[in-house]
């Protein structure tokens, strides 16, 4: 990513929250149940989220063909220790199924051969995938995400003179970083478990190629801004999630979803 781990932050929370309220509407999208501060023996201090997603209409053909509608409802936890991050994805309907993914954030251009420190064993079973920003999607999940009209060949920041990306952007642009993903999928149901690991990881692929997209694409919108700024920010589009989807959850601070004061873009979010 062309910009530093501190900026990064700041992009990437912008982008959860963009993305998400561009999502929901109605009976599909993002239901925020917990966003609090945590603290643990593992990951220090960090943010807790726990999220409902229920996204029925992008699913594969194949697969509401053999599930019912609720197939695609899924359960995130997400503990956020900023350079390091994990999130645990559940289905209630396949309730073997999981994935994790769990994130290190360092100030390199993707020269980090071990970030996430594996055993032998476990790089042997490691595939290494490099996804450019710079480059477009184009397969089924790209266009079920939806795809960003960004050329990032042409593209150029009013406020920080960053872009255009041409080919090996990577080793010339300076501040730079990597976000470094380890994938796990678990899914052990014979006959169409393999089919169902590959197309979350297609899923994934392709969202994390959409988002990281959008982080450098909306850089003029979130430049500037503090922590203090993009948490305000963060708890008011949580309530404003919440009204959107057509079952709310029980909200307790009427206070909090006040929606005076509520930044423009969300104001203009369908």
């Known amino acids: 990513m062309p910009m530093s781990l501190e900026e990064y932050q700041i992009a990437q929370m912008y982008m959860v929250m963009k993305m998400q309220q561009q999502s929901t509407n109605g009976d599909e999208g993002v239901e925020v149940l917990e966003n609090r501060p945590f603290q643990d023996e593992d990951f220090g201090k960090g943010q807790y989220t726990s999220k409902v997603y229920r996204l029925q209409s992008k699913a594969p053909v ?31 309907y396949f309730t ?33 995938e490099t996804i450019d920003i710079a480059s477009v999607a184009t397969d089924y999940w790209s266009y079920a995400i939806g795809s960003s009209n960004f050329d990032f060949s042409k593209f150029k920041s009013a406020k920080t003179g960053r872009g255009p990306l041409s080919d090996g952007w990577q080793d010339k642009c300076h501040p730079v970083m990597t976000a470094y993903k380890l994938v796990t999928v678990d899914a052990p149901y014979w006959g169409f ?51 959107k989807i057509s079952k709310p959850i029980l909200l307790t601070d009427e206070e909090d979803c006040d929606q005076r004061g509520v930044p423009k873009f969300y104001e203009d979010m369908p």
């Open 62 to 92: 194949w697969l509401t063909s053999i599930a019912p509608k609720d197939a695609l409802v899924m359960q995130e936890e997400a503990w956020n220790a900023y350079p390091r991050c994990k999130t645990v994805i559940k289905c209630p």
């Open 96 to 128: 073997k199924f999981s994935l994790t993914v769990e994130t290190v954030h360092r100030a390199d251009n993707g020269t980090s051969e071990n970030a996430h420190g594996l055993n032998e064993e476990q790089l042997a079973a490691r595939q290494v």
């Open 193 to 243: 478990g393999y089919r169902l690991e590959q197309a979350l990881l297609a899923g994934e692929r392709a969202l994390f190629l959409e988002s990281h997209r959008n982080c450098f694409g909306w850089i003029d919108e979130w430049f500037g801004m503090t922590m203090q700024q993009i948490r305000e920010l963060e708890q008011k589009g949580d309530c404003l999630l919440n009204e």
